[in-house]
């Protein structure tokens, strides 16, 4: 486990996962820094999780895809974070984005360019410290296998969730912890509206409870185990057959 | 039914909407099935001083959230009812009341301010100096003035998790007034009631007193420790109770035996604020225990002077139709409200009834209606889905026109719109 003082960045701070993550790292006594786009309505939160866990809370302005930003944006923290959460991540609309360079392009940037190149800088920062020290990035199952219905998302998440394994046997060595998220169905504001399995699916705080004790257990991927059987089936379907499926 | 996240920003049509917190109000109030805006997610905490007790927050913070994060600083909910899951949004708009009523008075008056999006989109915000009108309508108006975004009021400071209770039997309804008049400095106090019982033991009760337990009055690791104990996890009612399970028999049986058991028990015990505020929600789904048909509320209060004989009156049709109602909670109200239209409370008696739904529970209510009527009651919106508009406007003479007039002018009446509100044209 990571010592209780050590200092918590979320990307993506909004995100329902993370508020739930979030929520239980404050819980344990973690300073925690919260990014997102539009920081100015960062407030409520900033204020929630303050009040709730007695903890120092800050807000900041982050847009991933401002590349050239991410450096400094590092290094203008108030203190160097010891865990990284990073949730950021755009389903967008299969239907019209695919075969728009500029909506492809846009996720995926968002979903494995953008944070890739960002958890570069900080994992080399974070290695050198020496200390303990502990990255949670969130993928999807959607990047185990591409299908119809999300295959532009899809395939930007299999790039993060092959960055990522490169990433951490990279920092094998190092003090450094890399967790991949592959979240299935989880309720919350970007699966609002769709009809989902109620048996594959949860709520974001059981979600988040799932991935923290994943962190603390040093995991290295964590999916729930229903979908790690599911996905287990569906990796291993012949082509010929999945491609006629029709989910 | 349309339901959309509060936050959204949402176009209502002909039908309008209305906001909706955790559902716990039993009838239409919170439902419009062409839109309903669900505030649930608007729950954080914006600001608390440590030293006043003041906590401002988005109105979809629950009771439970505040008895959880507060508690063990030792801060408590000036008023609360009997169920912690309830949104601070929809205890502002139903005014709720508390078993502290004649001493604290109402939901509304333990709130500093609260900000109103009104049907022109301006955020308005309400206090006793700024906006009053729509501060008194707002407090028991049912999400009709607008929806509520953030609420400001001060906490409690208590000295412990527990309370000392004291249960007082009566044997008969004039003893449990007597009681209730004779007991008017308890902090908090509620009778459970025996609605079938008659003849000698008409109105027999048990009369539960309440106030915040000091360190003197713990003993044990509660003393060194005064703000903690063992959450118990709730149970489920894992089915639904055949609909023979509650009958007339059944229930009188039960209501003698938890009758006698109060009054042959000890007067004086120390219990935590959930066994005492919350006993429902020790059993998730206990509306299950009605059977598949589900149950009706039905609470009325009655002015002071008619109270007694009101009370009779319900008790003698109540149990000449022998349907009785395991949960029937009797409580003295100190004075209302006057100036919020819709407020319910009113200085009285408040008897708050369930009743599992059968042809006959209808027919019943309806007569009960009748008897409200007669002595210059009213009932209570949060808990109604079913009175006509002739009850409702007899219950609440002095309020209503203010109430349409502000609807009408501030343009609410076109887009803030419920189940409820057609039914009884507000
Ligand atoms: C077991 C139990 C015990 C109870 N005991 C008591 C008691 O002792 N005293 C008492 O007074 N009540 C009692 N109640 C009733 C309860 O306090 C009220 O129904 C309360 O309003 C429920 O809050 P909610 O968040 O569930 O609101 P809902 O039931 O969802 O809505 C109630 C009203 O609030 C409005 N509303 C909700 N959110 C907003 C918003 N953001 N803006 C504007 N309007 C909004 C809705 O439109 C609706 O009119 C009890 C209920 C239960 C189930
Ligand atoms: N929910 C599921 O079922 C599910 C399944 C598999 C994987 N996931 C993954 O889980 C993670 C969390 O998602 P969620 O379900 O909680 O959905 P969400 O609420 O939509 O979270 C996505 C977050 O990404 C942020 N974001 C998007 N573009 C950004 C940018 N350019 N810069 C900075 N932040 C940006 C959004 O910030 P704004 O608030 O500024 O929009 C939002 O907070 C995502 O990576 C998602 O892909 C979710």
């Known amino acids: ?247 | 039914m349309t339901l959309r996240d509060m936050d959204d920003p949402a176009v209502p049509s002909r039908d309008g909407m209305i906001a909706r917190g955790l559902g716990r109000s039993y009838g239409d109030v919170s439902m419009n099935p062409s839109l309903t805006l669900v505030g649930t997610g608007r729950n954080r905490i914006l600001s608390f001083d440590e030293k006043t007790g003041q906590l401002t927050a988005q109105g979809g913070l629950s009771m439970a959230e505040i008895l959880e994060v507060f508690v063990p600083r030792g801060w408590f909910p000036p008023v609360t009812p009997g169920t912690k899951f309830v949104t601070l949004a929809g205890l502002v708009a139903v005014d709720a009341h508390g078993k502290n009523h004649h001493i604290h008075g109402s939901f509304g008056d333990c709130v500093s301010w609260f900000d109103l999006q009104c049907a022109d989109h301006v955020v308005r915000r309400c206090s006793r100096t700024e906006n009053t009108s729509l501060f008194n309508a707002t407090l028991g108006g049912c999400g009709l003035t607008g929806n509520i975004l953030t609420v400001s009021l001060a906490l409690l400071a208590v000295p412990s998790a527990f309370i000392v209770q004291r249960t007082l039997p009566a044997p008969d309804l004039d003893a449990a007034i007597e009681i209730f008049e004779t007991h008017q400095q308890a902090t908090y106090s509620v009778a459970w009631i025996d609605c079938l019982a008659t003849g000698a033991a008409r109105g027999r009760s048990l009369v539960l007193l309440g106030e915040h337990a000091g360190a003197a009055d713990l003993s044990g690791t509660n003393a060194g420790n005064p703000f903690y104990f063992q959450k118990r996890k709730a149970k489920r009612m894992p089915f639904d109770a055949p609909s023979w399970a509650l009958n007339r028999y059944t229930i009188r049986a039960f209501n003698h035996l938890y009758y006698r058991a109060g009054s042959t028990g000890p007067e004086q015990r120390i219990v935590d604020y959930d066994t005492y505020f919350y006993p429902l929600d020790a059993i998730h789904d206990w509306n299950r225990l009605y059977g598949r048909q589900g149950f009706a509320q039905y609470q009325c209060a009655f002015p002071l002077a008619a109270s007694r004989d009101g009370l009779i009156a319900l008790l003698d049709e109540i149990s000449a139709a022998g349907l009785g109602s395991f949960l029937a909670v009797l409580k003295r109200f100190g004075p209302g409200a006057h100036e919020r239209p819709l407020s319910f409370p009113i200085e009285g008696y408040t008897l708050a009834l369930d009743f599992a739904l059968s042809p006959g529970a209808l027919t019943l209510m309806t007569a009960l209606d009748e008897i409200v009527c007669r002595y210059g009651g009213r009932l209570y919106l949060a808990k109604d889905s079913r009175m006509t508009q002739a009850t409702f406007e007899a219950g609440y003479p002095d309020g209503l026109a203010t109430f349409r007039a502000l609807r009408d002018t501030s343009g609410a009446a076109g887009t803030f719109q419920s189940l409820m509100s057609k039914r009884l044209s507000l």
């Not at chain 1, 990571?2 to 995100?15: E, I, K, T, Y």
């Not at chain 1, 990433?167 to 989880?186: C, D, E, N, W």
């Not at chain 1, 004790?213 to 012949?238: E, F, N, Q």
Request: include cysteine; charged fraction near 20%.
């Open chain 1, 1 to 247: 486990m990571n010592p209780s003082d050590s200092p918590v960045l979320v990307l993506g701070a909004r995100s329902d996962i993370a508020r739930e993550i979030t929520k239980i790292l404050a819980g344990r006594g973690h300073p925690v820094m919260l990014a997102a786009r539009n920081a100015e309505n960062l407030s409520a939160d900033v204020s929630d999780i303050a009040v709730r866990h007695g903890v120092a809370v800050t807000g900041h302005e982050f847009d991933v895809l401002d590349i050239g930003s991410h450096a400094r944006f590092l290094e203008d923290l108030p203190s160097s974070p010891a865990i990284i959460v990073c949730a950021i991540g755009l389903l967008g609309d299969q239907e019209a984005d695919a075969g728009d360079a500029t909506a492809t392009r846009r996720i995926v940037d968002t979903n494995y360019l953008a944070p890739c190149l960002f958890l570069e800088i900080a994992a080399a920062r974070m290695s050198l410290t020496g200390t303990k020290a502990s990255i949670v990035a969130i993928s999807s199952v959607a990047g185990d296998r591409g299908r119809a219905k999300n295959y532009v998302y899809g395939s930007a998440k299999a790039g993060f969730t092959a960055y990522l394994s490169g990433l951490r046997q990279k920092y094998a060595a190092s003090q450094l912890h890399i967790m991949t998220v592959k979240p299935g169905f989880v309720r919350t504001s970007m699966t609002e509206g769709m009809d989902l399995p109620g048996p594959l699916t949860c709520d974001a705080d059981v979600f988040a409870a799932k991935v923290v004790k994943a962190m603390d257990r040093g995991s290295l991927v964590y999916c729930d185990l229903r979908w790690r059987v599911v996905m287990g089936i569906i990796t291993h379907l012949p082509e010929k057959i999945f491609m006629r499926l029709k989910f």
